[in-house]
């Protein structure tokens, strides 16, 4: 006789016990991404449905950023965006503003309350109010040719692009 255990995740997948870190390889230190002058912008990394749908039924509690030399008065947050379109993040789930950062350096987020990871693609953004000229809030990886082409996503308005693909931001 045949039979199979169902845990309800998909693909079967056993119910998580681990704590994993999910990311693209870099270290993020070697350039920084920065806006002529002051405004609101967004850096994003996607993780598709391809990578995430193993950690369906875990919950993402913390997100690490680098921030390269941002200005004290930026307004610099958080943000975990759904499934959406292949170039663009859905709707979005949680923002929460850091009350306090250090730069350069990594920074940690830990959410009120874990979001619940459902295999589908899911978007971690930066949001920066960048307030003053000539602040490089955003550290990006310094070799533009190791780039993971879901970890490079940038939007100043509604559309999203690569920053590698931008040959106007410096």
């Given at each position: 006789?045949?039979?199979?255990?169902?845990?309800?995740?998909?693909?079967?997948?056993?119910?998580?016990?681990?704590?994993?870190?999910?990311?693209?390889?870099?270290?993020?230190?070697?350039?920084?991404?920065?806006?002529?002058?002051?405004?609101?912008?967004?850096?994003?990394?996607?993780?598709?449905?391809?990578?995430?749908?193993?950690?369906?039924?875990?919950?993402?509690?913390?997100?690490?950023?680098?921030?390269?030399?941002?200005?004290?008065?930026?307004?610099?947050?958080?943000?975990?965006?759904?499934m959406g379109l292949?170039?663009?993040?859905?709707d979005l789930i949680?923002?929460?503003?850091?009350?306090s950062f250090t730069?350069?350096?990594?920074?940690?987020?830990?959410?009120?309350?874990?979001?619940?990871?459902?295999?589908?693609?899911?978007?971690?953004?930066?949001?920066?109010?960048?307030?003053?000229?000539?602040?490089?809030?955003?550290?990006?990886?310094?070799?533009?040719?190791?780039?993971?082409?879901?970890?490079?996503?940038?939007?100043?308005?509604?559309?999203?692009?690569?920053?590698?693909?931008?040959?106007?931001?410096?």
């Amino acid at each position: 006789e045949e039979f199979a255990i169902s845990t309800g995740k998909p693909g079967g997948a056993p119910e998580p016990t681990e704590d994993v870190t999910i990311h693209y390889p870099g270290d993020n230190t070697g350039n920084s991404v920065v806006l002529t002058n002051p405004g609101e912008w967004r850096g994003a990394a996607k993780f598709p449905a391809s990578m995430m749908n193993q950690y369906a039924g875990m919950e993402l509690s913390e997100v690490m950023v680098y921030l390269a030399s941002p200005t004290d008065g930026d307004d610099i947050s958080v943000q975990i965006y759904g499934m959406g379109l292949d170039y663009a993040p859905g709707d979005l789930i949680v923002e929460e503003f850091f009350s306090s950062f250090t730069y350069p350096d990594w920074n940690y987020m830990n959410f009120a309350s874990p979001i619940p990871i459902t295999g589908e693609d899911i978007w971690v953004s930066i949001y920066i109010n960048q307030t003053q000229t000539e602040s490089f809030p955003l550290g990006i990886d310094g070799d533009p040719t190791g780039y993971n082409i879901n970890g490079d996503w940038f939007s100043t308005g509604p559309g999203w692009g690569h920053v590698t693909d931008n040959p106007d931001i410096d």
